[in-house]
């Protein structure tokens, strides 16, 4: 059809607009916001202690990992150095030790059982709130999800020779058998 356009008045929907939808009004905007910034309180109020948790254990962890390489770094350079510097640095450090205990036997100081109780990653809380329920699910297995992943690259470092034996001697001994036994089921495949 020549001269015709899709521009012509007969080929345009009349139901059609071209014009660009009304923005939402400031007070739906505001409305929407408020309810936004409301869910992610509730959600955040919610979810914070399992991640608060989740970071401890990390934070307990990482020391004692931190103090299990020390101790086997010391093993391997005492072992570089030959049997009988190890004997005079064994000696030392048990002189030393001596000292302190000696000093801190006047004030008797007593160190907590387990200083850090694990908190249970089944018990997920929950809201009766679909859409704030749906946040607290979302922050809770990012927090999950995150302390797994950190387990499972502290399962690979600790294939290194001794370090895991190392490790787990000094998680007893510093009071974090549970958090211990956590990473043990982990590792394990059970948690």
């Keep these: 059809m020549p001269g015709k356009s899709i521009f012509m008045p007969e080929t345009i929907d009349p139901a059609v607009s071209l014009r660009p939808a009304a923005p939402p009004s400031t007070a739906g905007l505001v409305h929407q916001f408020a309810e936004f910034i409301e869910t992610e309180e509730a959600a955040q109020r919610a979810a914070s202690p399992l991640a608060q ?85 979302r922050k809770v297995n990012s927090a999950v999800d995150r302390h797994a992943q950190y387990l499972e690259e502290l399962v690979l470092t600790l294939k290194k020779p001794r370090l895991k034996a190392i490790f787990e001697k000094e998680m007893v001994d510093g009071g974090y058998g549970e958090i211990l036994k956590r990473f043990q089921r982990f590792e394990a495949g059970l948690d």
């Design 53 to 137: 948790a989740c970071g401890i254990e990390q934070m307990y962890i990482k020391y004692s990992l931190e103090r299990a390489s020390r101790h086997l770094k010391l093993e391997r350079e005492l072992a570089s150095r030959g049997e009988e510097f190890r004997q005079q640095y064994r000696k030392n450090y048990d002189r030393v030790l001596g000292v302190l205990k000696e000093h801190n036997s006047e004030r008797e100081v007593e160190h907590p059982a387990s200083p850090f109780v694990c908190i249970s990653l089944a018990q997920r809380p929950t809201d009766p709130n679909p859409s704030i329920d749906a946040v607290i699910q």
